[in-house]
T-cell receptor, first 114, second 112 residues
Framework: NAGVTQTPKFQVLKTGQSMTLQCAQD?????MYWYRQDPGMGLRLIYY???????DKGEVPNGYNVSRLNKREFSLRLESAAPSQTSVYFC?????????????FGSGTQLSVL | GNSVTQMEGPVTLSEEAFLTINCTYT??????LFWYVQYPGEGLQLLLK?????DKGSNKGFEATYRKETTSFHLEKGSVQVSDSAVYFC???????????FGSGTQLTVLP
């Protein structure tokens, strides 16, 4: 029962470094999402992918890029990390295109940018 | 724009106490409303939902009623257990919008 798997669970970067957060789901879902969660704020959508080969910007896309490598995998890349990107990142997936009621989440990646 | 406001935590209760976590929203029209729960070390998971006014969502002893007149979707449980300790998120989705709008989350700790 793997569900949605995110790696790594924790990461510390220096300002300007790059890294990729990996996400994979084994539920054959069409849609995948990247959210960030900051203290005192709700989850905010960074990017989403409604199907393999498509990606779209969410509420806070600046400073990030994504790749929907195949139906299973959806990665999030920080090209030049900034302290403002210190956050907890959640990947999620859902079976339905065009709706996202039934989201299945990974357990999160805690990222600190110094 | 759309927004969700939850009561600030943390909330600490004794086992078998009554739980209320307040959630109010701002949105035009009739959004769908959700409660998600995040147990320690895990991802968020859907707890319950309601898609129209006066609907009551329920699951695992938790309930929430969609109140259009007060724009609220408060989460309640009559008797909490230690295993209910988690972070609870209220969220809404408006129409065919792809993204959910989340509240900031409320940490609940239940003591034996």
């Amino acid at each position: 029962n793997a569900g949605v798997t995110q790696t790594p669970k924790f990461q510390v970067l220096k300002t300007g470094q790059s890294m990729t957060l990996q996400c994979a789901q084994d539920m054959n879902h069409n849609s995948m999402y990247w959210y960030r969660q900051d203290p005192g704020m709700g989850l905010r959508l960074i990017y989403y992918s409604a199907s393999e080969g498509t990606t779209d910007k969410g509420e806070v896309p600046n400073g990030y890029n994504v790749s929907r490598l195949n139906k299973r995998e959806f990665s999030l890349r920080l090209e030049s990390a900034a302290p403002s990107q210190t956050s907890v990142y959640f990947c999620a997936s859902s079976p339905d295109q065009g709706t996202n009621e039934k989201l299945f989440f990974g357990s999160g990646t805690q990222l600190s940018v110094l | 724009g759309n927004s969700v406001t939850q009561m600030e935590g943390p909330v600490t209760l004794s086992e078998e106490a009554f739980l209320t976590i307040n959630c109010t929203y701002t949105a035009t029209g009739y959004p769908s409303l959700f409660w998600y729960v995040q147990y320690p070390g895990e991802g968020l998971q859907l707890l319950l939902k309601a898609t129209k006014a006066d609907d009551k969502g329920s699951n695992k002893g938790f309930e929430a009623t969609y109140r259009k007149e007060t724009t609220s979707f408060h989460l309640e449980k009559g008797s909490v257990q230690v295993s209910d300790s988690a972070v609870y998120f209220c969220a809404l989705r408006k129409g065919s919008a792809r993204q959910l709008t989340f509240g900031s989350g409320t940490q609940l700790t239940v003591l034996p």
